[in-house]
C-alpha cells in the first residue's frame, strides 16, 4: 500500500479510480499490478495507518530536499527578474494539463 500511495504523490494521479486503473496495468515502484476493486481500495485508503506513512513522508523528504539542494540548474531569466522583487515566489508549471 505504501508503494500505491507514493506512487500517488510522485506521479501526481489525479484520483483514486485513475489510480486503481494504474494498479491493474502497470508496477508501481516494488508492488507488481494487481486488479482490485474501487471499493477494496478506497476501504484500504480509510485503515492506511497514517503515521506510517508520516513517517516514511518526514524520511523521502529530507532525501528529496537534498537532492534539490544538490542540482546546479539556472533558474529562467523570468525568475531572475521576479525574485528582484518578491522575496517568497510560487512557481506552478501546467505544461502537462
Partial sequence: ???VVLSLLGR???SVTELNR???RENLLWAKAVK???QALS????TFPASLFQRVLKDLLVLLNQRWQQRNRESPVSVKRARKYFE???IVDISII
Fill in 1 to 3: 500500500m505504501l508503494a
Fill in 88 to 90: 517568497r515566489l510560487w
Fill in 36 to 38: 482490485v476493486s474501487q
Fill in 43 to 46: 476501504q484500504r485508503f480509510l
Fill in 12 to 14: 501526481q494521479v489525479p
Fill in 22 to 24: 494504474m494498479l491493474a
